[in-house]
């Protein structure tokens, strides 16, 4: 029972909503309005640039990025988040140095597993090397720090005019003036 008090109620064909027949009645042009028209996507950063000069300058990087993506949909790459191919090319890269990696890692303590488990002394085995990690950071020929790429080329420039550069691990510091 939906507690309607014994009156009869007709259902919108539109919403599926029950109503009384003579609410129904009005309620069928109203509802009918608002299911027919599709309501404008809002987008509160359009609204905020409107009037301003940042304006041309929002509807340029989205008309950018639009064809950015068609581009990449079309060649069937996915575009990585930073907008850098190299980026997502590197990183598909390295996941088989880091499968590898962990391969090896797996058949070392199978063996040592096995060799425990015979009475053999492990430090008798040989154990697989696993590839050298590739270090793919950038060093700073003024500080030796090693960095990304994107970051290496911000941090070198400004490095190369720095005048109290920081000491590399185990350089003693300067002497002072007295």
Known sequence: DGGGG??????????GRKFNPTSMLKHAKVCAKVFQTKRKVMDSSKMRSEGTDNAKFLQESQLREK?????AARRGVR?????????????????????????????NS??????????VDIRSLKLEDGPAEADERVPCPH???KFAAITAERHIPKCATTVNKPRGVGVPPARGRR
């Open 110 to 119: 199978r063996k040592i597993t096995e060799a425990q488990a015979k009475g």
């Open 67 to 71: 064809k950015e993506k068609a581009a």
């Open 79 to 107: 575009p990585s988040p930073a907008g850098n191919e190299e980026v997502a090319l590197t990183k598909k890269a390295n996941w088989k140095a880091k499968s590898e990696e962990f391969r090896t890692a797996m058949r």
């Open 143 to 145: 500080c030796g720090r």
């Open 6 to 15: 014994g009156m009869d109620l007709e259902e919108c064909g539109t919403c």
